[in-house]
């Protein structure tokens, strides 16, 4: 009785509870967990493109602009956290990005516009995982065997078979286990290529350093735009508020310590693999660290068993990833297929689940076999996603949830970053567009080569 009685604000929150809620975002879960899971949502491949990014931006504003999106991340997380809590408190405890800005900012529009912007980036980001994880694939076999006759897309369908597999995984809860592994391989890779990049960077034949930027000033600004957006897209996530749903309430307070563990690990995976692998590139610095280690022209620059390592480790934490932001969609896809009053694993839901998930998988595989410039897609997607989701939206969450002050500090810095990454995301958004036209005529169907 007295559990029932702890527990009754929380049930009374959720008295409309449904398939979606109950099942896929099961509220069973520690504040480590949370950290798994952000971890996994945020630490991934990408961070082997910040070499990239710091091409397009020089030392100096490079880590500037990675410390203060790490910072302003960070801060924005923490205040959706604490927007979460408060409503937990009052009662209405969400559990869904978009009803949470629908109920605070009051607007019906506002449900559907980040349903939109969430969809777009968690089915592309599972797109890019099968793509991704389908490349490390190929380049594992292109060693084995250099003449095979085996096409980029065959491996894109050995990935989506397994993950067809894993998409059987009933509860966004049940991935923890898997989140943690997920954890423990970005730091195993990050360290592999940090290796890799101090020998390459030492060797006899060491590529020669040039950090100096483009020579024309409009295509300097639009590269520091296209790696700012970058940046930000390494840094989004789009899925707190569902990952703090998997938190056993009361979540108050958990949050925080889950977003101190990812970031203690953004910590030592984002630097180091940033400085290390810009230190020896330099402006040559490839979209995939790993691609400048292991040129098509000549002998790897690290010991290929290193660097063999290091792609298996990110084709197991690429399975991961497409777990993580496939959630949302099963989520959806739960809320209006199952029953809630029959058992998870009941015939009645588990056939549904079975099939809609497989579909769901299957459509992924099959645009990312057809669009292997999937990366330039996805460059204009985080900016236009992630900025309004990660930048924009938690600190409005906040200005209209606690109604700081209009002459307290925290008001204005809220409504600086507002207005500082709205402009970044229209310029990301632009010079990411400008990218994808430039590199159209490179653009094929069913490629077996990946654009950069």
Known sequence: MAEAATNGPFRDARQDEDAGAAFVLESKGKWWHAGFHLTTAIVGPTILTLPYAFRGLGWGIGFLCLTVMGVVTFYS??????VLDHCEKAGRRHIRFRELAADVLGSGWMFYFVIFIQTAINTGISIGAILLA???????????S??????????????????????????????RHINLVSLLLSLGYTFLVVGACIHAGTSENAPPKDYSLESSESTRVFNAFTSISIIAAIFGNGILPEIQATLAPPATGKMLKGLLMCYTVIFFTFYSAAVSGYWVFGNKSN?????????????????????????IFVLLQLFAIGLVYSQVAYEIMEKQSADVNQGIFSKRNLIPRIILRSLYVILCGFFAAMLPFFGDINGVVGAIGFIPLDFILPMLLYNMTFKPSKSSFIYWINNSIIIVFTGAGLM?????????????????LFSSDVVD
């Open 77 to 82: 997380y923490y205040l959706m956290s604490l």
């Open 134 to 144: 389908g490349e490390c694939l190929q380049i594992m076999y292109s060693e084995l």
């Open 146 to 175: 250099p003449s095979g006759s085996l096409k980029l897309y065959h491996f894109i369908a050995m990935v989506t078979a397994v993950m067809i597999a894993l998409s059987q995984f009933p509860t966004f809860h049940s991935l």
């Open 287 to 311: 979209s995939n660290i790993l691609k400048s280690l292991m040129p098509d022209e000549g002998p790897s620059l690290a010991p290929v068993p290193v660097l063999g390592l290091a792609v």
């Open 428 to 444: 990301g958004a632009f010079s990411s567009t400008r990218k994808l036209v430039l590199d159209a005529k490179e653009f094929k």
